[in-house]
């Protein structure tokens, strides 16, 4: 009867755990991902990564974080684990540092219907200027440049919101009277141009007068 007792108990022990795991493993769209046992040692190395590093769907190695604009996992945004997302196209991987998972519609002109899809959306939305001079949309664009980087040349926040102009020795500006009474006239000079020159260049003029 005693060995009965502790047979049963067993038992009950070993279908909690099987429970439990089973619970871990579904994903957000209700399918059932085998993780099994984790096995750190048997996890490689995330390496070039982007966007910094994040769990996998496991809990067990760190992965690379999606980049902003990559499909993504929604159920890793609290604000979407109880949404409906059988019609949405995802993805099977959490974003990475700064970014977070959200449901948008696709903006292809040629799709017939526009799809819902889970993209990495950058938290930050504020442009911002690098330590390297030049402006980025946001503050995760700078952070996957510096990650692209070496440690001793990453890049840091210099200022939120675009770069101030700077002084361009072959970049000369010039004014002149005309063509009409009470006008001036004024022109762009760029010598031995070079590509990382195009762009948008736009005159402001202020009379003190």
């Not at 040629?110 to 690098?130: D, H, I, N, S, T």
Request: include cysteine; glycine fraction near 8%; proline fraction near 3%.
């Amino acid at each position: 009867m005693m060995r009965h007792r502790i047979s049963s108990r067993f038992l009950i022990a070993i279908f909690a755990i099987y429970s439990t795991e089973l619970a871990d493993t579904l994903n957000s769209t209700g399918q059932v991902e085998e993780c099994g046992r984790c096995l750190t040692s048997e996890c490689v190395k995330a390496v070039g990564c982007r966007a910094g590093v994040v769990m996998d769907q496991c809990q067990c190695c760190a992965v690379c974080g999606r980049l902003e604009g990559e499909l993504c996992d929604p159920g890793s945004n609290p604000d979407l684990v109880h949404m409906d997302t059988a019609d949405v196209i995802v993805g099977a991987g959490r974003c990475g540092d700064n970014l977070q998972c959200q449901i948008v519609k696709d903006q292809q002109e040629e799709a017939a219907e526009k799809q819902l899809r889970a993209v990495c959306f950058c938290r930050e939305l504020e442009m911002v200027c690098g330590s390297n001079g030049k402006t980025f949309d946001n503050l995760c664009q700078l952070m996957e440049h510096s990650f692209s980087r070496d440690q001793a040349n990453q890049l840091r926040v210099v200022s939120w919101g675009p770069c101030e102009t700077g002084f361009w020795p072959n970049v000369s500006v010039q004014t002149r009277g005309g063509p009409t009474p009470v006008s001036v006239t004024s022109w762009v000079q760029i010598f031995s141009v070079q590509p990382h020159h195009s762009g948008r260049y736009i005159c402001s003029a202020v009379n003190k007068y």
